[in-house]
């Protein structure tokens, strides 16, 4: 049992180039998260998925799309990164009706 | 977005002494929750609160649901070197989470 998983662990990017951060969850939790996590801003919510098939926008959604693929894959594409997207993305599931989520290891994402 | 103030931003504690730290917001939480960061580390969930006035213990870890429902406690008693890290707190309204800036806790042993 993993938990939640994501790769890469670190990516230098250009700027105007794309990527996919790819996010796995083996708990069969319904609803996944993707947050960014910039120096004395705290977590900020990217997107969500409340459940396989749907999508809705976060706090911070400009620059950013994503896919929930199954139940399990919830994935973060950046289509043209910029410096200001410099930042740790973490992923996250979510146990049941408690709202006790749980977060992957982090990607800390370079755009130079 | 929602804020989420945090307080102390920061801590230097001496190893076995106890700590305090809050979190407070202008608006109504459900719930708070309790995170801790290692470097290069996820968020990992500490305690969940789901009612106000509510006590819940994690070990060394003791953390309340304010009374309005606008602020949270975390106490850690008895501090040792493995608590060094940041400390989130993270209130929820419908479906999202809003989380504080964290307070960095360091331990001198």
Known sequence: NAGVTQTPKFQVLKTGQSMTLQCAQDMNHNSMYWYRQDPGMGLRLIYYSASEGTTDKGEVPNGYNVSRLNKREFSLRLESAAPSQTSVYFCASLKGDLYEQYFGPGTRLTVT | ?109
Do not use: H
């Open chain 2, 1 to 109: 977005g929602q804020q989420l103030n945090q307080s102390p931003q920061s801590m230097f504690i001496q190893e076995g002494e106890d700590v305090s730290m809050n979190c407070t917001s202008s608006s109504i939480f459900n719930t708070w929750l309790w995170y801790k960061q290692d470097p290069g580390e996820g968020p990992v969930l500490l305690i969940a609160l789901y009612k106000a006035g509510e006590l819940t213990s994690n070990g060394r870890l003791t953390a309340q649901f304010g009374t309005t429902r606008k602020d949270s406690f975390l106490n850690i008693s008895a501090s040792i070197p493995s608590d060094v890290g940041i400390y989130f707190c993270a209130g929820r309204r419908a479906n999202n989470l809003f989380f504080g800036t964290g307070t960095r806790l360091t331990v001198i042993p």
